[in-house]
């Protein structure tokens, strides 16, 4: 679709909107891949584990649990970088501050004449 529609044609906002989307597709597909990732990586893991147990019926050390700890913690990190910090909010965040930074600018000034 190419954001037809939205914006007169051919306009930078067209453009620019079109690229964010794109970004936004291509982070919620890199997810996804991650997640298909994560729970491939970590069968295996848990497959070798208990393909190669010392002695069968004993138990050995669930050395599996600690990579599934730290790449679940990546893919928290993963899933709060696409989802809940997006490109929009942080842009809007950046725009605040610096908003609030030139409000104290123009307050510092005005005390100072």
Do not use: C, D
């Not at 044609?9 to 919620?28: I, L, W």
């Not at 190669?52 to 004993?58: A, H, I, K, L, S």
């Amino acid at each position: 679709m190419n954001g037809k529609g939205y914006y007169p044609q051919n306009s930078t906002r067209q453009n620019e909107a079109y690229k964010r989307a794109v970004r936004r597709v291509q982070a919620r597909m890199g997810f996804q891949q991650h997640i298909i990732a994560y729970l491939l990586g970590n069968t295996l893991l848990v497959l070798i584990y208990l393909l190669t147990q010392v002695m069968p019926g004993f138990p050995a050390y669930p050395w599996f649990i600690w990579p599934i700890l730290g790449w679940s913690l990546a893919l928290i990190f993963h899933f709060m970088e696409v989802f809940v910090f997006s490109e929009s909010r942080t842009r809007q965040t950046r725009q605040r501050l610096i908003e609030r930074e030139l409000q104290h600018e123009v307050e510092a000034e005005k005390a100072r004449i």
